[in-house]
């Protein structure tokens, strides 16, 4: 899906992607900073567009986060609370249920503040790392040879490049696949499956996991909706619901 409501500019791209030095992230070979342009390695298909099966993709996801959760951050990169993603997502949710005039169940609003409340609260700087923001299917890329740093066969594009926990990014895996749950005869248990595989190849905690994806769904789908997509975003609500704590 599109990025998101996204502060992050081409001067956070590029920084994350040199920083990176081709770890889980596609090479930069030449920039012009004054025209936003990048010469980049050549890439092949993305992940979205070689049509593999769910569970193929978080592995080489989680492969490829691992390489990209190398990258060190910024000299001067820091964050408070106050803008930690948790609380950023929470008021984006908060303030497009209302402008929407309410577009989906407060339920499902009500359990993705409660999240993103949760994961407020466990908020320590310590643990974050430069994250990718937006690793899904159609920003994981083939490289056309091996490659050090690129061990899973792809590395990453568009990267937004703020520090978060890890599990974030797994979050952000966790929203996707909305049609493939709703045809599943039971979309909670196929969802926990994906959620439990996530855990068990990224070594992090499926819980928070779980959170981050729900919080995710939710602010998406009404983001798409404020943007025009309101079938798309409705499809995002629909999941969520299947998907609420019971």
């Not at 407020?120 to 923001?133: M, S």
Request: a negative charge; charged letters at 25%.
């Amino acid at each position: 899906m599109p990025s998101r409501h996204r502060p992050y500019g081409f001067e956070q791209e590029l920084d994350t992607l040199l920083r990176a030095d081709g770890h889980g992230y596609v090479r930069v070979f030449k920039c012009d900073y004054e025209r936003h342009a990048l010469l980049l390695e050549q890439l092949g298909l993305s992940m979205q567009e070689r049509k593999l099966e769910p569970k193929q993709v978080i592995q080489l996801l989680c492969k490829t986060l691992q390489q990209a959760w190398l990258v060190p951050p910024s000299a001067d990169q820091t964050m408070n609370a106050s803008e930690y993603k948790a609380q950023t997502l929470a008021q984006l949710i908060s303030e497009l249920w209302d402008k929407l005039e309410r577009p989906c169940s407060q339920k499902i609003v009500s359990q993705a503040l409660e999240f993103a409340r949760r994961r407020l609260e466990a908020f320590d700087l310590k643990r974050c790392i430069v994250v990718h923001g937006d690793p899904h299917a159609a920003n994981a890329l083939l490289v056309r040879a091996p490659r050090a740093g690129a061990e899973s066969g792809y590395v990453f594009v568009d990267p937004e490049g703020f520090l978060c926990e890890p599990a974030y990014d797994l979050g952000v895996v966790m929203r996707d696949w909305n049609e493939e749950l709703l045809a599943a005869a039971d979309p909670l248990a196929v969802a926990h499956e994906y959620c439990q595989l996530l855990a068990r190849e990224s070594g992090l905690d499926g819980a928070t996991i779980w959170e981050w994806g729900f919080i995710e769904r939710v602010s998406s789908g009404l983001y798409l909706c404020a943007y025009g997509s309101s079938e798309h975003g409705q499809l995002f609500f629909k999941t969520a619901q299947h998907l609420l704590d019971t």
